[in-house]
Nanobody, 115 residues
Framework: QVQLVESGGGLVQAGGSLRLSCAAS????????MGWYRQAPGKPRELVVS???????NYTDSVKGRFTISRDNAKNTVYLQMNSLKPEDTAVYYC?????????WGQGTQVTVSS
C-alpha cells in the first residue's frame, strides 16, 4: 500500500487558481496509475483525472482545459493545477494510487470556490 498526503486546498474566488500536491511514500515510478478524485456534499466521489505510469491521462469533461495533472519524480509528488475555478468545483479532493489490484487514498483536502 502507498501512503499519500495531499496539501494545497483552500478557499478561492471563482476564476482563481489552486495547485494541489500529493506526496507518495514510495517512488511514483512503481505506481501504475495515480489520479485525483473529488467528492462534493451529497454526491458520490468522482474521477477528476488519472495518469498512468506511461503518461496516458484521462480527464473528466468538466475540467478539461482548466485542470492539469503533473508529477515530480524526484519528489515522488503528483500535482493538480486547477485554473479558472468554478463554484461547482467545490469538493474534497482525494489523491489516489493504484498498484496492481491495491488502491490507496489520501486523507483529502478541501477546495472551496466562492462565487
Amino acid at each position: 500500500q502507498v501512503q499519500l498526503v495531499e496539501s494545497g486546498g483552500g478557499l478561492v474566488q471563482a476564476g482563481g487558481s489552486l495547485r494541489l500536491s500529493c506526496a507518495a511514500s514510495r517512488s511514483i515510478f512503481s505506481i501504475d496509475v495515480m489520479g485525483w478524485y473529488r467528492q462534493a456534499p451529497g454526491k458520490p466521489r468522482e474521477l477528476v483525472v488519472s495518469r498512468s505510469s506511461v503518461g496516458n491521462t484521462n480527464y473528466t469533461d468538466s475540467v478539461k482545459g482548466r485542470f492539469t495533472i503533473s508529477r515530480d519524480n524526484a519528489k515522488n509528488t503528483v500535482y493538480l493545477q486547477m485554473n479558472s475555478l468554478k463554484p461547482e468545483d467545490t469538493a474534497v479532493y482525494y489523491c489516489n494510487a493504484r498498484v496492481g489490484v491495491v488502491t490507496s487514498w489520501g486523507q483529502g483536502t478541501q477546495v472551496t470556490v466562492s462565487s
